[in-house]
């Protein structure tokens, strides 16, 4: 009996190591073979305004928060939003704002695999420049291309305070790098603890066939 079981209790936990580490590895292979098409943070207006305005981390890694600013001349914004949506013809005003545009507005940013902070618009906050300033705290949550989508909610001459305008101020596309160390913090355990188990299934049953061959 101990000759047959000697071969299986070596091949299954090699078995059971193969199976929770193959794809791991085979994952980790792809990615260092073929890699991906990395670019730092590409930010495409959709209003007349700078792209210097937002601000954001040449680098972003999986599961590390980044901070996101905005700074704004909303007044000025204003201004150019109205004369512009003044001088359009019916039905091609940008993005559909109709009325003239108020300085009061809001902000917020939008992004399917993100974790935001906060989640929800935020109201103006002036600096001293008087510049309004918002800030959002992101995390990534998965590896790849992604976009974030900045936000305006526009107070019109043809909205309420309840229901205001809102608008794509720009787009974000981001190229999000895998973090392998915040990874295994995350989900290692689910490694870690089949192989604990692995380990001292074999162990246990090295320690029975030990006493076996000592009596």
């Known amino acids: 009996m101990y000759k047959k079981d000697a071969p299986f209790s070596m091949v299954f936990p090699a078995l059971i190591a193969i199976v929770l580490v193959v794809p791991f590895v085979m994952n980790f292979l792809a990615h260092a073979w073929l890699g991906e098409k990395r670019f730092p943070p590409l930010v495409m207006m ?4 700078d792209s210097s305005i937002i601000t954001l981390p040449q680098e972003i890694k999986q599961f590390k928060p980044f901070e996101v600013t905005l700074r704004l001349d909303t007044k000025a914004l204003a201004l150019r939003i109205s004369d512009v949506v003044r001088k359009s013809l019916p039905g091609t005003e940008l993005q559909n704002i109709h009325g003239e545009v108020f300085p009061e507005m809001r902000a917020g940013i939008m992004g399917d695999t993100f974790s935001i902070d906060p989640p929800e618009p935020q109201i103006q906050l002036f600096s ?4 309004t300033h918002w800030s959002w705290i992101v995390t990534p949550e998965k590896e790849g291309h992604y976009a974030l989508s900045l936000k305006l909610y526009l107070q019109t001459t043809e909205t ?3 229901h205001p305008q ?3 101020l ?3 596309q981001l ?3 895998k973090n392998s160390e915040a990874w295994m913090r995350t989900y290692g355990i689910w490694y870690a603890v089949p192989m604990a188990l692995i380990a001292g299934w074999w162990w246990k049953k090295y320690r ?3 006493r076996n061959r000592d009596f």
């Open 128 to 131: 001293g420049e008087k510049e």
């Open 175 to 177: 190229f999000v790098k």
């Open 170 to 172: 720009a787009e974000i």
């Open 208 to 210: 029975i066939k030990k």
């Open 46 to 49: 959709k209003l007349p305004a």
């Open 166 to 168: 809102i608008v794509d």
């Open 160 to 162: 309420t305070r309840e």
